[in-house]
């Protein structure tokens, strides 16, 4: 796990100023993979106190213009975010209870798809969503 200082030096090196809030909600998104909007809310409030909900979200946001954070919003999914950024890694997600687990990109390296026609666009990342059971809903149906 990242410290204190690794989440300044992470803002600092995409020219953000370091404030708690940001460093809070960092450290949120990595204690918590794929955690929702409201979750890191609740993990942000653990850390700093009160926070507005506004507060947050602009800070979610920012984060993620600067490429530090990742948004990801399955079909029928409140947002999402990860610190997984860049990788061009793909979810898989449960059409039950909605976990969501990360997949490696197929063949190791952005795009890991190729399009049957690109139709001249110069494709750099395909993001795609395994759906499925997961293992705790599958056993859950067959017991
Ligand atoms: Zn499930
Ligand atoms: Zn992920």
């Known amino acids: ?4 200082t690794d989440y300044e030096r992470m803002l600092r090196g995409v020219a953000l100023r370091v404030t708690r809030p940001r460093v809070a909600v ?3 998104v990595y204690d918590h993979p794929h955690a929702d909007t409201d979750s890191i809310i609740g993990a942000v409030r653990e850390d ?3 926070v507005s909900h506004q507060a947050v979200y602009d ?4 984060l993620t213009v600067a490429g530090l954070l990742r948004r990801i919003q399955p079909l029928g999914s409140v947002a999402r975010y990860e610190s997984r950024v860049g990788d061009n890694h793909h979810h898989a997600v449960c059409r039950s209870c909605g976990a969501i687990a990360d997949v490696d ?3 190791g390296h ?3 798809l190729t399009a049957a026609d690109d139709h001249g666009f110069t ?4 993001e795609v969503i395994y759906w499925g059971t997961c293992s705790s809903c599958t056993a859950a149906q067959s017991s």
């Open 59 to 62: 800070v979610l946001k920012a």
């Open 1 to 4: 796990m990242p410290t204190p």
């Open 26 to 28: 960092l450290a949120a």
């Open 105 to 107: 990109c197929a063949v």
């Open 48 to 50: 700093l106190g009160d």
């Open 110 to 112: 952005a795009p890991c």
């Open 123 to 126: 494709i750099d990342e395909a």
